[in-house]
């Protein structure tokens, strides 16, 4: 066991040598937050795939394996977080689920957020046969769950059409024993906002999402990692995290879009003008501004 009383997260997720998406998008914000956090790198691409070409590798089963060999080896596997994101494949799904099983061996206090990404706006980026690892076998081992409302809805065959629906969606995820959900963006706003929600035992919050007229990608992985880091911050107080979480991620995205705008006045943004502005925006990640508030939702018995 560490003696030390910093957290310290296992990040688990894709890696690009230029701009922000899984671990480039995750990792920053936590260091900063005060957490230690080591990181292994699902894929090594040169950017992510928004743009033209992408050049790079996936990291083989066997490359985990010996990462994972050396970490035990040298006794310096020891966490209290447990980070997931993009996989490429069923198989290395399967192997994070076993290494979480001795991870939480060494500390069964550890808690688990996996980030299930497999699509958005009703379209699937990994192979289809991720779904059910995902679904059955990754997902009900895990305490905080992040899915958009596209994933929440592949893994519970559910449609979200208005609260009512995704509430149940929300309980056939906690039914799958995962104690924290959160629908980190659902289609329930209007046209300028988008709705997140969130749910625990004994609260469930909802806040809105202003919209900009441009897709930013990272910004997902970006969600995990801020809700791990202040879920933890604020001894799991579900209304404080969502704002803290919510309120970085706007204000990042809001500065980064404006920025771009500067430069590209009008038209479609190219996607390396898009990539976020963590950097910059350091201070803010420490000291959130919170501009939105979270609103109780009361479940209907």
């Known amino acids: 066991m560490s003696s030390d009383s910093t957290p310290r997260v296992l990040s688990i997720q894709s890696h690009v040598v230029h701009g922000y998406v899984g ?6 914000p936590l260091q900063v937050l005060g957490f230690e956090v080591d990181s292994i790198n699902t894929v090594q691409f040169s950017t992510h795939t928004a743009y033209k070409h992408i050049k790079g590798n996936i990291l083989k089963n066997e490359e985990m394996d010996d990462l994972i060999e050396g970490l035990e080896l040298n006794d310096v596997d020891y966490y209290t977080h447990f980070l997931t994101g993009y996989s490429r494949s069923p198989d290395s799904l399967k192997k994070i689920a076993e290494l979480l099983k001795k991870l939480r061996q060494k500390n069964p206090q550890l808690t688990y957020v996996c980030d299930p990404v497999m699509g958005d706006n009703g379209k699937m980026y990994v192979p289809e046969e991720i779904l059910p690892v995902f679904r059955d076998v990754l997902v009900p081992l895990a305490d905080v769950v992040t899915p958009n409302q596209f994933e929440a809805e592949l893994m ?16 056939a ?16 706003g209007d046209d300028d906002h988008m709705i997140g929600i969130a749910s625990t035992a004994g609260a469930c919050y909802q806040i809105t999402i202003p919209k900009v007229d441009c897709t930013f990608t990272g910004t997902g992985d970006l969600f995990a990692a801020l809700f791990l880091a202040w879920w933890h911050k604020t001894n799991n107080n579900l209304k404080l995290t969502l704002e803290n979480t919510i309120s970085t991620l706007q204000n990042i995205v809001q500065d980064t879009y404006q920025k771009a705008r500067v430069v590209q006045p009008s038209g479609k943004i190219p996607p390396k003008l898009r990539e976020l502005r963590l950097i910059q925006n350091k201070t803010l990640i420490e000291n959130p501004k919170i501009t939105i508030a979270a609103l109780e939702v009361v479940k209907k018995i």
């Open 173 to 188: 995820l906690h039914d799958k024993g995962i104690k924290t959900v959160v629908l980190s963006s659902t289609d329930l």
């Open 156 to 171: 519970t065959g559910l449609k979200v059409h208005n609260l009512d629906d995704a509430l149940k969606v929300i309980q």
């Open 23 to 28: 671990n480039k998008s995750a990792v920053f």
